[in-house]
């Protein structure tokens, strides 16, 4: 069902220590603002910078507004600040990110159908190779994840479609709030914005790919380097546990995750992969805090519905 309405647009970046990303992307995010022909507004949320990125866009960009967080919550800061401001839609961007000057009304039109809570846009990386958009979610082995279509920009990453990618993109205000935004649970990160999806999917909302809309992503460099490779893959597989205990609720698939989950503990132990023990090992003090936040009984969708749904929509 579609509905006609002149909605209120708000592109806010999340930045940490990024004055120098900033000075790179902002110029042209705040360009596209004023190229929509929608009411579009640009806003920094500063998770405590301490390398004057407040001072500099203050400074380079008097109608951008800034918005200093506490603490620095990762994606999570992002809950807050859109409980408090009125905006229609958000387009949620990491300070890395460069945009093409019309990528957001593309964003902006599939929120004509009442059901759309995300849509992603085309990703390239700075050097021109193609990054991502369109993704589908799955559980192999007992274990969920998430992959892209294809990894080179072909003829599919021109085809509109469902997705499950909500790392960045424009999201439904209102629909985001009625969610509880990014858990916490999966703090510092990773896996965060792949629950937000899912839930989302499962109470009956539509997340899109767009390939009219572009925008240029850096890579994020600083997982890695405050985590380092191996503490980067403890994180990840530690939210892969998390995720599943909270989310999961198909018989199968958790028949599946509890017969499986040995043999490849095992069998990653042999193979000398210890960051999915360590993983593992991490998640299991946070096991009753994620089944305390399982997905509620009211779902429209089951989980192989969504799984379905997303890779052949």
């Known amino acids: 069902m579609e509905r006609s309405f002149k909605p209120t647009i708000n592109i806010i970046i999340l930045n940490y220590n990024g004055r120098d990303l900033l000075a790179e992307c902002m110029p042209s995010i705040v360009e596209a603002s004023h190229t929509s022909k929608y009411s579009c507004k640009v806003t920094v949320i500063d ?11 203050k400074a380079e ?3 951008v507004e800034v918005v200093e967080a506490k603490e620095n ?3 999570c800061s992002y809950n807050d600040v859109l409980r408090i401001i009125k905006d229609d839609i958000v387009i949620l961007l990491n300070n ?5 000057n019309d ?3 593309p964003l902006v039109e599939r929120f004509k159908d009442e059901d759309t ?3 992603s846009p085309k990703s390239y990386y700075f050097d021109g190779r193609y990054e991502g958009g369109r993704s589908y979610a799955f559980i192999k082995y007992g274990v969920f994840g998430t992959d892209h279509f294809f990894k080179e920009d072909c003829e599919q990453a021109n085809e509109k479609s469902y997705t499950f990618a909500s790392g960045y993109g424009a999201f439904d205000r209102e629909k985001f709030i009625e969610l509880g935004g990014y858990d916490d649970l999966y ?3 990773r896996l965060e914005d792949a629950d937000l999806c899912f839930r989302a999917w499962k109470m009956g909302y539509k997340c899109y790919y767009e390939p009219e809309s572009v925008v240029y992503h850096k890579g994020a460099e600083s997982f890695k380097d405050n985590f380092g490779v191996n503490g980067t893959l403890v994180i990840n597989f530690r939210n892969v546990f998390l995720f599943m205990w909270k989310n999961i609720s198909s018989p199968l698939f958790l028949l599946e995750h ?3 989950l040995f043999p490849r503990l095992i069998f990653a132990c042999l193979r000398g992969q210890t960051e999915f023990v360590y993983g593992f090992l991490k998640a299991i003090p946070l096991l009753p805090k994620a089944v305390k936040r399982r997905n509620p009984e009211n779902c429209l969708f089951t989980d192989r519905d969504v799984f379905e749904m997303v890779r052949h929509g």
Not at 47 to 57: L, Y
Not at 96 to 100: A, C, G, T
């Open 73 to 75: 919550l990762v994606l």
């Open 96 to 100: 890395d990110i460069k945009v093409r």
């Open 258 to 260: 509890i017969v499986l």
């Open 61 to 63: 960009f008097c109608d």
């Open 47 to 57: 998770n405590v910078s301490t390398d004057g990125s407040i001072e500099f866009v």
């Open 187 to 189: 703090l510092p990160g």
């Open 117 to 119: 809570f995300l849509v």
């Open 103 to 105: 990528f957001v009304d």
